[in-house]
């Protein structure tokens, strides 16, 4: 029994230990990560380099070169750099150019508002020679403290580039684009104040541009006590040149208290001058009305865009509702003359069907475009603004009905002024205008100043040269009117010469020169009845002594021969 038990235990410490399962290791990783995972191969490390040798670099090319060096510009540095486009070309130039834009954003906002515009502009000149602070303060509606950073802080902003309406402004550049000159070359910010109404707070803003994003930094924004009631005020500082003279300030406000006589306009000047222009006019100008685009003068890519962008449902409809002039029936015409269901959706129309669209519009007579989108100066307050800046013998203004170019309505107007005390061996004076905007420069490269040269001023009794101004005491005031004046560059300083534009300023040039034709004719048969009438008091006298001596007759007799000798000679001569 004893050696049974010894065996069995022998046996058990002689088997083999069974292997213990190993210990499960549990992994950190979600389940989605373990499964990608266990799928995903793992590269094999790059074998290292010998020693002595580098890891093969791709060269590089003159392209890669080229384009490590590309980025975006913003528009605040485009205009920076190129600041002659905008009318900032000298200090003289720029100082005008500050002052027109700020006075410009004044009126428009007055007349928007319904208020007659009130405007002083004052010029203080610093210690330096070349520092001048402009200071432009209206009684318009204010602007919200929101707005107001974007509105002188920022290129491309404004309201007026998509409305078909005349207005002053029309890229939303100018009093931004003037802070920013004055901000480069002083470093000072521009600096605003405004009331809404006599009710609310006035802000004031301190604001520079940031040209690298075209956006404004805020300097300071806080509410201050201004007597004003509403309006607003700018002031900015900035390197510039002040002269008198042609091109000068006071020139330019003596022509837009010329073109706006509804403002009183107050200038003060850095020799401590004051000019005021009181409003020949208590009459506001009539507020013109937005217009749609009319078709003849959309172009291919515009209209493509129009497509994408309209919320109509037919093709038909978008026509209908987003053009002037085209009607229910008109529109289904044009999609049948394109051939394109009028009831296809406009987001749905490919490139080709857009240029059959566009070929059919230009291809169908359709009415001009409405005309209350303007609103021109009038022959009546033409006449009252030139009597009361101008000294003069003949005045005369005419209005042209409105006309199209490009499928923009446009106005023009002419008013002359002749004689008085003008110089009379100088060459005419010309006033340029567009939409009631003083144009001081480029006149050699405006439609206004070619049109006068054209006209042959010769048939209307004034002197005139070959290629130059007609000679005389004479001024010529040449005035567009447009929802969209076709400047020629973005300082707009010229009118571009389109046909339709010439035609217009020509027809009008004439009609008032037959009309300045027929007073210069008067007159000089005044002068030569006058001549005439000294000639009769010159040598009757010696008539009468020479009948007293031949026929021997009184003195008496004399007289009353003398007398009944005048009255035949006036009768003859008239």
């Known amino acids: 029994m004893e050696t049974n038990l010894k065996k069995k235990i022998i046996k058990k410490r002689a088997a083999p230990k069974k292997a213990s399962k190993p210990k499960r290791k549990v992994s950190l990783l979600p389940s989605r990560e373990k499964a990608a995972a266990g799928r995903r191969k793992v590269p094999s490390p790059p074998p290292s380099p010998e020693k002595g040798e580098g890891v093969k670099k791709e060269p590089i090319t003159e392209a890669d070169k080229l384009a490590s060096k590309q980025r975006d510009i913003s528009v605040s540095e485009f205009f920076l750099k190129n600041r002659h486009l905008l009318g900032f070309d000298n200090p003289k130039k720029a100082l005008l150019t500050t002052i027109k834009e700020a006075v410009d954003n004044s009126l428009d906002a007055c007349e928007e508002a319904k208020i007659l515009p009130e405007i002083l502009v004052e010029v203080k000149q610093l210690e330096r020679d070349d520092r001048f602070i402009v200071i432009v303060e209206d ?37 931004s684009a003037a802070g920013m000159y004055g901000q480069l070359t002083t470093g000072v910010s521009t600096k605003i104040t405004s009331r809404i109404g006599p009710k609310k707070p006035a802000h004031y803003f301190e604001i520079q541009i940031d040209t690298a994003k075209n956006k404004p930094t805020i300097l300071k924004d806080e509410i201050v006590n201004w007597k004003k009631r509403q309006g607003t005020r700018v002031q900015i500082e900035l390197e510039a040149k002040y002269q008198k003279g042609p091109r000068s300030v006071e020139d330019y406000m003596r022509q837009t208290a010329l073109a706006n006589p509804h403002a009183t306009l107050i200038f003060k000047g850095p020799d401590g001058a004051k000019d005021e222009y009181k ?7 009539i507020s013109p009305k937005e217009i749609k685009p009319h078709p003849h003068g959309v172009e291919l890519g515009i209209l493509m865009k129009m497509l994408k962008s309209s919320t109509s449902r037919k093709v038909s409809s978008f026509l209908a509702h987003d053009f002037a002039r085209i009607s229910t029936r008109t529109a289904v015409d ?25 070929r059919a519009m230009n291809a169908t007579k359709i009415m001009n475009p409405p005309t209350n989108c303007l609103s021109p100066i009038g022959e009546p307050a033409l006449l009252a603004a030139l009597k009361a800046n101008v000294d003069a013998d003949f005045y005369t203004a005419l209005t042209r009905p409105p006309s199209v170019y490009r499928g923009n309505p446009f106005q023009i107007e002419v008013a002359i002024a002749y004689g008085g005390k003008m110089p009379v061996e100088e060459l005419a004076q010309l006033l340029r205008f567009a939409n009631r905007v003083p144009l001081l420069y480029q ?29 005389g005491p004479l001024m010529i005031a040449i005035h567009m009117a447009s929802v969209w004046v076709p400047f020629t560059s973005e300082s707009k300083e010229a009118v571009a010469s389109y046909p339709e534009i010439t035609h217009e300023i020509k027809l009008a040039l004439q009609e008032t020169g037959r009309r300045l034709d027929a007073f210069v004719r008067r007159g000089a048969r ?49």
């Open 139 to 175: 009684n318009g509606p204010g602007v919200v403290r929101e707005q107001i950073p974007s509105i002188f802080g920022k290129l491309l902003y404004g309201s007026k580039f998509h409305s078909m309406k005349q207005g002053r402004g029309q890229q939303g550049i100018g009093i």
């Open 443 to 471: 006149q050699s490269a405006c439609a206004t100043a070619k049109s006068v040269l054209q006209t042959a001023w010769k048939n209307y009794g004034i002197s005139q040269s070959k290629g130059a101004l007609p000679t």
């Open 279 to 285: 409003a020949a006019s208590r009459k506001l100008p």
């Open 334 to 358: 044009i999609c049948k003359q394109a051939g394109i269901d009028p009831l296809a959706r406009p987001a749905a129309i490919a490139h080709n069907e857009a240029d059959k669209l566009y």
């Open 526 to 574: 005044e002068d030569e009845a006058r001549r005439k009438k000294d000639y009769i008091k010159s040598y009757l006298p010696h008539i009468g002594i020479g009948l007293r001596e031949i026929l021997g007759f009184k003195e008496s007799d004399q007289k009353k021969v003398l007398g009944l000798l005048t009255d035949i000679l006036e009768k003859e001569r008239a």
